[in-house]
């Protein structure tokens, strides 16, 4: 029994690319089945397909995908179901987990729902012994001419108990991680979920509202394991578990480890424990990545992040006076004025924030956002959902609101600040090096005035060939939270979907 997963490549009409993180998801799926052989190829490095099936010849393929990248995989499983016919082929990740029949049309054999960790060794054993489907739940799978469902998926209980991510099976790609300047960077989890409940975030509906979070002593075991030095921590959210991130930071302490953290983290939780911050400081913490949204609390009320612009401000002193570097994301609402975009950068000036990432209001499939806006979607093309594009309607008339929000970024990284030189005297390496960085931002910024000549061109393309996003949510996880609508992913126990399109590819 051989397991071939996938990542699939990059997408071609994807604007922002500062970051190349290792597939965890597969490495954390490959190590619950390490009795059998795997491998892990990752496509956004490595796009020979048709090597890797015809040399490996895999019994069983399974492949990730976000919400952006469901055209690219549904072209990939028609290609791996014509490469090698007899392998079993199932999607799984965020998109297949709030609509899993947005991957039926392909052919795939099964969509896998949830968590993968307590699936997919069920599964795999299934296809080993030519079991029955029907009792792994969690499972879209394929029979005769429908899909049926076998029942909500197990949800994660403990992430102790399970294996150390297969970092071994991407080790010839292990170089070309990074994370923005920091390569080669790993990346590691230490918790999963979050306790809070933001309108457009779909992490809390995937874990089913549950925030877990692993022993110390594991995760260094771990850390311990990993040869990077740059080490970007993958967890929604870190610090506010207060006992797991200062018992975390005592124990990479205590282990000695000498290594340089990349973490997310709310205002609200380094407010109430700077102390916590000033010990991930000493064990090297280097940049914190703070969701802050919105310069107006009004904004954030409506978003529920259930923070303030008092709490950021006070959350970015005490980062700053740690000297440790703040990546701050905002969401640039379509609904935004003129005078919004100007308020935002004079708030990014006023508070000095160094490194600021704009994105666009999105209603990701499986949010309470996409319950709140479904009727007044513009663009459905799933490639849009990339929080570049407004695929809600603009206030501003399209292409001005792409030039705002261009330069939103123009702005926040003038030629001085990305070549760092603030009165220092200018290095051969820095020079060229930010002279790099600047040429790519101003690259960027040029795309993302003309991003709405890659929604149309997106959009003429693909309109009469590839069903765009379902007006449907479908996580069992979800339904206390979103309603499902009629003959999406619903919850009851082999409930069955017609196949909809072509099965064959
Ligand atoms: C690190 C990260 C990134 C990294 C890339 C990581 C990578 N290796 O690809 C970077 C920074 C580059 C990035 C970029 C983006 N990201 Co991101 N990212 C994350 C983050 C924080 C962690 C990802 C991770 O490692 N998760 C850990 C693994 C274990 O979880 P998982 O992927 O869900 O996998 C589990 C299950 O889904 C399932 N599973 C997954 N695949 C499969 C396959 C099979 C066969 C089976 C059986 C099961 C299975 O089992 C896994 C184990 O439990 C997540 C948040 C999150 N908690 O996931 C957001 C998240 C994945 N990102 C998100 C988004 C929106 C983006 C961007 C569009 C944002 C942007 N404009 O830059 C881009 C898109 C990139 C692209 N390729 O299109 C969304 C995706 C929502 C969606 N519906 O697609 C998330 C969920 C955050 C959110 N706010 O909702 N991201
Ligand atoms: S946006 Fe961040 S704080 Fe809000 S629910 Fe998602 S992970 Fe939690």
Same mark, same amino acid.
């Given at each position: 029994?051989k397991?071939?997963?996938?990542?699939?490549?990059?997408n071609k009409? *994807?604007?922002?690319?500062?970051?190349?993180i290792? /597939?965890?998801?597969?490495?954390?799926?490959?190590? $619950?089945?390490?009795?059998?052989?795997? !491998?892990?190829?990752?496509?956004?490095?490595?796009?020979?397909?048709?090597?890797?099936?015809?040399?490996?010849?895999?019994?069983?393929?399974?492949?990730?995908?976000?919400?952006?990248?469901v055209?690219?995989?549904? +072209?990939?499983?028609?290609?791996?179901?014509?490469?090698?016919?007899?392998?079993?082929?199932?999607?799984? +990740?965020?998109?297949?987990?709030?609509?899993?029949?947005?991957?039926?049309a392909?052919?795939?054999?099964?969509?896998a729902?949830?968590?993968?960790?307590?699936?997919?060794p069920?599964?795999?054993?299934a296809?080993?012994?030519?079991?029955?489907?029907?009792?792994?739940? #969690?499972l879209w799978?394929?029979s005769?001419?429908?899909?049926?469902?076998?029942?909500?998926?197990?949800?994660l209980?403990?992430?102790? $108990?399970? /294996?150390?991510?297969?970092?071994? @099976?991407?080790?010839?790609?292990?170089?070309?991680?990074?994370f923005g300047r920091n390569?080669?960077?790993?990346?590691?989890?230490?918790?999963?979920?979050?306790?809070?409940?933001?309108?457009?975030?779909?992490?809390?509906?995937?874990?089913?509202?549950?925030?877990?979070?692993?022993?110390?002593?594991?995760v260094?075991?771990?850390?311990?394991?990993?040869?990077?030095?740059?080490?970007?921590?993958?967890?929604?959210?870190?610090?506010?578990?207060?006992?797991?991130?200062g018992?975390l930071?005592?124990?990479?302490?205590?282990?000695?480890?000498?290594?340089?953290?990349?973490?997310? #983290?709310?205002?609200?939780?380094?407010?109430s424990?700077?102390?916590?911050?000033?010990?991930w400081?000493?064990?090297g913490?280097?940049?914190?990545?703070?969701?802050?949204?919105s310069?107006?609390?009004?904004?954030?009320?409506q978003?529920?992040?259930?923070? $303030?612009?008092? @709490?950021?401000?006070?959350?970015?002193?005490?980062?700053?006076?740690?000297g440790?570097?703040?990546?701050a994301?905002?969401?640039?609402d379509?609904?935004?004025?003129?005078?919004?975009?100007?308020?935002?950068?004079?708030?990014?000036? !006023?508070?000095?924030?160094?490194?600021?990432?704009?994105?666009?209001?999105?209603?990701?499939?499986?949010?309470? @956002?996409?319950?709140?806006s479904?009727?007044?979607?513009?663009?459905?093309?799933?490639e849009?959902?990339?929080?570049?594009?407004?695929?809600?309607?603009?206030?501003?008339?399209?292409?001005?609101?792409?030039?705002?929000?261009?330069?939103?970024?123009?702005? *926040?990284?003038?030629?001085?600040?990305?070549? +760092?030189?603030?009165? =220092?005297?200018?290095?051969?390496?820095?020079?060229v090096?930010?002279g790099? =960085?600047?040429?790519?931002?101003?690259?960027?910024?040029r795309?993302?005035e003309?991003?709405? !000549?890659?929604?149309?061109?997106?959009?003429?393309?693909?309109?009469?060939?590839?069903?765009?996003?379902?007006h449907?949510?479908?996580? /069992?996880?979800?339904?206390?939270?979103?309603?499902?609508?009629? #003959?999406?992913?619903?919850?009851?126990?082999?409930? *069955? =979907?017609?196949?909809?399109?072509? /099965?064959?590819?």
């Amino acid at each position: 029994m051989k397991i071939l997963l996938i990542k699939p490549p990059l997408n071609k009409t *994807s604007i922002i690319g500062d970051s190349l993180i290792e /597939p965890l998801e597969l490495e954390i799926l490959a190590a $619950t089945v390490s009795q059998y052989p795997c !491998r892990i190829l990752d496509m956004r490095i490595d796009a020979d397909l048709k090597s890797t099936l015809e040399e490996f010849l895999p019994d069983l393929v399974g492949i990730t995908a976000y919400t952006t990248e469901v055209p690219m995989v549904r +072209g990939l499983i028609r290609r791996v179901k014509v490469l090698a016919p007899s392998a079993f082929v199932v999607v799984g +990740g965020c998109h297949a987990s709030v609509v899993p029949r947005d991957f039926f049309a392909t052919g795939v054999d099964a969509v896998a729902v949830g968590n993968g960790e307590a699936l997919f060794p069920g599964l795999v054993n299934a296809i080993a012994r030519r079991g029955d489907l029907s009792q792994v739940s #969690g499972l879209w799978h394929r029979s005769k001419d429908r899909y049926a469902y076998t029942g909500d998926p197990p949800f994660l209980k403990d992430l102790n $108990t399970l /294996p150390p991510p297969a970092r071994w @099976l991407t080790q010839s790609y292990r170089h070309r991680y990074f994370f923005g300047r920091n390569r080669p960077a790993a990346a590691i989890m230490t918790s999963r979920g979050c306790p809070f409940r933001c309108s457009f975030c779909s992490i809390w509906k995937m874990m089913n509202g549950k925030y877990l979070v692993r022993n110390a002593e594991k995760v260094v075991e771990e850390l311990s394991d990993i040869q990077e030095r740059h080490v970007f921590i993958a967890d929604d959210n870190t610090l506010s578990h207060a006992r797991h991130a200062g018992g975390l930071a005592a124990a990479i302490g205590r282990a000695g480890l000498r290594k340089c953290y990349k973490m997310y #983290g709310r205002a609200d939780a380094i407010v109430s424990r700077p102390d916590i911050v000033e010990q991930w400081r000493s064990v090297g913490l280097q940049t914190v990545i703070m969701g802050l949204e919105s310069f107006q609390d009004r904004r954030l009320t409506q978003f529920n992040k259930g923070s $303030t612009v008092d @709490l950021q401000n006070r959350a970015i002193e005490i980062l700053k006076a740690n000297g440790i570097r703040v990546r701050a994301y905002f969401i640039v609402d379509p609904d935004f004025t003129r005078g919004d975009f100007r308020a935002l950068l004079d708030y990014v000036e !006023r508070e000095e924030i160094t490194e600021p990432m704009f994105s666009i209001l999105t209603p990701l499939p499986g949010t309470d @956002l996409f319950e709140q806006s479904r009727e007044r979607l513009l663009l459905d093309r799933h490639e849009l959902f990339d929080l570049v594009h407004a695929v809600l309607p603009t206030r501003l008339p399209r292409r001005e609101f792409y030039a705002e929000f261009s330069k939103l970024y123009r702005k *926040s990284y003038p030629l001085k600040k990305i070549l +760092g030189v603030n009165g =220092a005297p200018l290095r051969a390496g820095r020079l060229v090096g930010g002279g790099l =960085a600047y040429l790519k931002m101003r690259a960027i910024t040029r795309r993302m005035e003309h991003a709405y !000549r890659i929604e149309e061109k997106i959009h003429a393309e693909t309109r009469t060939d590839q069903p765009g996003i379902q007006h449907e949510a479908g996580h /069992p996880a979800a339904k206390n939270h979103a309603l499902p609508a009629p #003959g999406a992913g619903v919850s009851r126990r082999h409930d *069955s =979907a017609e196949l909809d399109g072509d /099965p064959g590819g």
